[in-house]
């Protein structure tokens, strides 16, 4: 309990922030994002990795993120084409409703909910699930859908070179060869790894944006519809109805499944000039509304 209690209290703090005057929200979340993502995210992965015991259960939390972006491009587009929307708006709405904030939110929920053994499956849901998805799935959509041009050599280079892909590749080969660190090294990367929760929800907090004012609402109310409950249950459908699985790693999946819009893929929208304003509000609305979804969520599973 008190680990949630402490996820509120990270968020509110960053709220706070974003309200002082004096605070700098823009350079500051960045330097958060920053350092969670080059420093703790990879941490986590040189630490939890080596020490997961490899089972073809694995890859149903691997399998999460690619289902359900598959699912948001199958939805949108087909909805779109029907109503006729713009090929700006459809981009926006695959990319910001088929990514969960699975790192960000998902590791310091996932962390309290189910401790270190839950964080080995949430790592795995993240890294080779919604990162990988994101700069290859994500990066093709944002481009086939604004004026963008990016080729595959770029896209290859931006995967190869981002330090958690990094890290989770190094850790992957550590895995399979047995290998870990030295007891002194694991509790640094483990100390490192802790600034997840933190840090994470303070910036999470500074970026939060609620715009009452717009014409997406109906949009907004789609995609938080496919990302905060659709989502989940075509996975609890797949995994558990159909395919008679129950097991923490499973319920870990289901959750990781149900988190909040993922902040980068918003911003990666924004970037490519896919509807700013709605990539905002996925995260603005999307955030809060998670915390009470997941709540219905968690009590399913269990």
Same mark, same amino acid.
């Given at each position: 309990?008190?680990?949630? %209690? %402490?996820?509120?209290?990270? /968020?509110?703090?960053?709220?706070?922030?974003?309200?002082?005057k004096?605070?700098?929200?823009?350079?500051?979340? @960045?330097?958060?994002? @920053? +350092?969670?993502?080059?420093?703790? %995210?990879?941490?986590?992965?040189?630490?939890?990795?080596?020490? +997961?015991? $490899?089972?073809? #259960?694995?890859?149903?939390?691997? =399998?999460?993120?690619?289902?359900?972006?598959?699912?948001?491009?199958?939805?949108?587009?087909?909805?779109?084409?029907?109503?006729? $929307?713009? #090929?700006?708006?459809? &981009?926006?709405?695959?990319?910001?409703?088929?990514?969960?904030?699975?790192?960000?939110?998902?590791?310091?929920?996932?962390?309290?909910?189910?401790?270190?053994?839950?964080?080995?499956?949430?790592?795995?849901?993240?890294q080779p699930? =919604?990162?990988?998805?994101?700069?290859?799935?994500?990066?093709?959509v944002?481009?086939?859908? =604004?004026k963008?041009?990016?080729?595959?050599?770029?896209?290859?280079? @931006?995967?190869?070179?981002?330090?958690?892909?990094?890290?989770?590749?190094?850790?992957?080969?550590?895995?399979?060869?047995?290998?870990?660190?030295?007891?002194?090294?694991?509790?640094? /990367?483990?100390?490192?790894?802790?600034?997840?929760?933190?840090?994470?929800?303070?910036?999470?907090?500074l970026?939060?944006?609620?715009?009452?004012r717009?014409? *997406? $609402?109906?949009f907004?109310?789609?995609?938080? /519809?496919?990302? /905060?409950i659709?989502?989940?249950a075509?996975?609890?459908?797949?995994?558990?109805?159909v395919?008679?699985? #129950?097991?923490?790693?499973?319920?870990?999946?289901?959750?990781?499944?149900?988190?909040?819009?993922?902040?980068?893929?918003?911003?990666?929208?924004?970037?490519h &000039?896919? #509807?700013?304003?709605?990539? =905002?509000?996925?995260?603005?609305f &999307?955030?809060?509304?998670?915390?009470?979804? %997941? +709540?219905?969520?968690?009590f399913?599973? *269990?």
């Amino acid at each position: 309990m008190n680990n949630i %209690l %402490l996820i509120f209290l990270y /968020l509110a703090i960053g709220l706070v922030l974003q309200r002082l005057k004096a605070v700098p929200v823009t350079k500051l979340y @960045k330097k958060l994002n @920053k +350092i969670v993502i080059y420093i703790c %995210l990879p941490a986590l992965a040189l630490f939890y990795i080596p020490k +997961i015991h $490899w089972d073809n #259960k694995l890859l149903y939390p691997i =399998s999460v993120a690619w289902i359900a972006f598959v699912g948001s491009y199958l939805l949108f587009q087909i909805l779109g084409k029907r109503y006729g $929307w713009s #090929k700006k708006l459809i &981009g926006c709405l695959i990319i910001t409703a088929g990514l969960g904030n699975t790192s960000f939110l998902g590791y310091p929920i996932i962390q309290a909910l189910y401790g270190e053994e839950g964080m080995k499956t949430a790592i795995l849901v993240d890294q080779p699930g =919604s990162f990988v998805v994101l700069s290859t799935l994500g990066i093709l959509v944002a481009t086939l859908y =604004s004026k963008g041009n990016q080729n595959a050599g770029e896209i290859a280079k @931006k995967i190869l070179l981002f330090p958690p892909f990094l890290s989770f590749g190094v850790a992957c080969v550590m895995n399979v060869s047995g290998f870990d660190f030295e007891q002194l090294v694991q509790s640094s /990367l483990k100390l490192l790894g802790s600034g997840v929760t933190p840090l994470a929800l303070i910036s999470v907090g500074l970026q939060l944006r609620f715009e009452t004012r717009s014409q *997406h $609402w109906k949009f907004l109310g789609l995609g938080l /519809l496919y990302k /905060l409950i659709l989502t989940p249950a075509i996975i609890y459908i797949l995994y558990v109805v159909v395919l008679d699985q #129950k097991s923490q790693i499973i319920e870990v999946a289901i959750l990781e499944a149900g988190m909040a819009p993922m902040i980068t893929a918003c911003i990666l929208a924004s970037d490519h &000039g896919l #509807k700013p304003r709605l990539s =905002s509000m996925m995260i603005g609305f &999307g955030i809060p509304a998670s915390f009470i979804s %997941l +709540i219905f969520w968690y009590f399913i599973v *269990h």
